[in-house]
């Protein structure tokens, strides 16, 4: 049930964090996968900084959307650089 937890909420994330980085974004699917993968990102590095958030699916789903804009950002740099 967890799983199904954090990928509803990796999608949302997905989506939000594809409006912020406006312009950063690859597409609504790309966006959904990287929020998915944001929603971990976001975890493990608020845990590894020992910053805990309490506030049940708004919390997570700030969480996820922070882990979501910082791989966006990787990702366009990473892109930047593969296409010099």
């Not at 967890?2 to 990796?10: A, D, E, F």
């Not at 980085?21 to 845990?47: D, Q, T």
């Not at 950002?73 to 593969?82: A, D, T, V």
């Amino acid at each position: 049930m967890r799983m199904l937890y954090i990928l509803i909420i990796g999608l949302a994330a997905g989506a939000i964090a594809g409006l912020i980085m406006r312009g950063k974004g690859y597409g609504f699917i790309i966006n959904l996968i990287v929020g998915i993968a944001g929603a971990y990102l976001g975890h493990w590095l608020f845990n590894r900084l020992g910053i805990r958030i309490h506030g049940g699916i708004i919390g997570t789903l700030f969480l996820a959307v922070v882990g979501a804009v910082i791989l966006l950002y990787l990702l366009s740099i990473l892109k930047k650089i593969l296409d010099k």
